[in-house]
């Protein structure tokens, strides 16, 4: 039977934990000990409702790629969800930018979402660049963008052709300058700003802001697959999260 330990093992050979960034917080997060695990969700944040299935379900693990503590939590109540987590007896594994930098992770797996070929990493590991079959005018690459991830989106003016494109899944828009020297063309990403639109438009290089959930959620159901054919023996499941966000 498996433990927590063999699966933060697991996720460490693909994804090190050693290679998050200084401000992530990725690891085991809630450590009920190292418990035999037989269920375990997998999701991209835990929410109201995903704690709600893993208590009703009675799970012992929830694998979430946003790190369960984060930023600014300074003290712990019966609301939080890693005290939940801990009452519950539900450990958790986050792997956060660690799984992003993976070559198997969440670029990779947006990238494949849109079929690119010849991908590899940026210097930094920070986004993949590959080439679609054939060149797209910007306005049908954005729309081809939004079929493949079912996402709404924004986007800038851009005139030239797209062929080579630059991804980075959740909030990647800071990357557009280093995608424009790497050669792309594009670069999808998840979150982008208003200014950062004004500087990809003068540096002609197409930013495309598909949405945080939409851009990583993929990797989510990519993860949870590579748990299952690794642990026989664990029920693994994709827990049931949709995106915050309405579009009107």
């Given at each position: 039977m498996s433990r927590l330990s063999e699966i933060y093992d697991y996720i460490d050979s693909f994804a090190p934990f050693s290679l998050q960034l200084e401000w992530d917080n990725s690891g085991i997060l809630v450590n009920c000990g190292d418990c035999v695990i037989s269920k375990a969700l997998v999701t991209l944040d835990i929410t109201a409702e995903v704690l709600n299935e893993a208590i009703d379900g009675k799970y012992d693990l929830i694998v979430s790629h946003h790190p369960v503590i984060f930023g600014s939590l300074s003290a712990l109540t019966e609301?939080?969800?890693?005290?939940?987590?801990?009452?519950?007896?539900?450990?958790?594994?986050?792997?956060?930018?660690?799984?992003?930098?993976?070559?198997?992770?969440?670029?990779?797996?947006?990238?494949?979402?849109?079929?690119?070929?010849?991908?590899?990493?940026?210097?930094?590991?920070?986004?993949?660049?590959?080439?679609?079959?054939?060149?797209?005018?910007?306005?049908?690459?954005?729309?081809?963008?939004?079929?493949?991830?079912?996402?709404?989106?924004r986007y800038n003016d851009c005139t030239k052709e797209i062929k080579t494109v630059a991804v980075c899944g959740g909030a990647g828009?800071?990357?557009?300058?280093?995608?424009?020297?790497?050669?792309?063309?594009?670069?999808?990403?998840?979150?982008?700003?208003?200014?950062?639109?004004?500087?990809?438009?003068?540096?002609?290089?197409?930013?495309?802001?598909?949405?945080?959930?939409?851009t990583e959620f993929p990797a989510v159901v990519s993860l949870c697959k590579l748990l299952e054919d690794k642990f026989k023996d664990i029920q693994f499941k994709v827990a049931e999260q949709k995106t915050p966000i309405k579009n009107i």
């Open positions: 609301k939080t969800p890693a005290a939940i987590c801990f009452k519950n007896d539900i450990s958790v594994i986050s792997a956060h930018t660690n799984y992003d930098l993976s070559p198997i992770g969440v670029n990779k797996v947006l990238a494949q979402k849109l079929n690119l070929h010849n991908v590899v990493s940026s210097n930094d590991s920070c986004f993949m660049v590959g080439e679609l079959d054939k060149p797209m005018a910007s306005d049908l690459f954005s729309e081809y963008v939004s079929k493949c991830l079912s996402a709404h989106l828009s800071d990357f557009a300058s280093d995608a424009k020297k790497a050669g792309a063309d594009a670069l999808v990403t998840g979150d982008g700003k208003y200014h950062e639109f004004l500087d990809a438009t003068d540096e002609e290089i197409l930013l495309v802001s598909a949405g945080h959930y939409e």
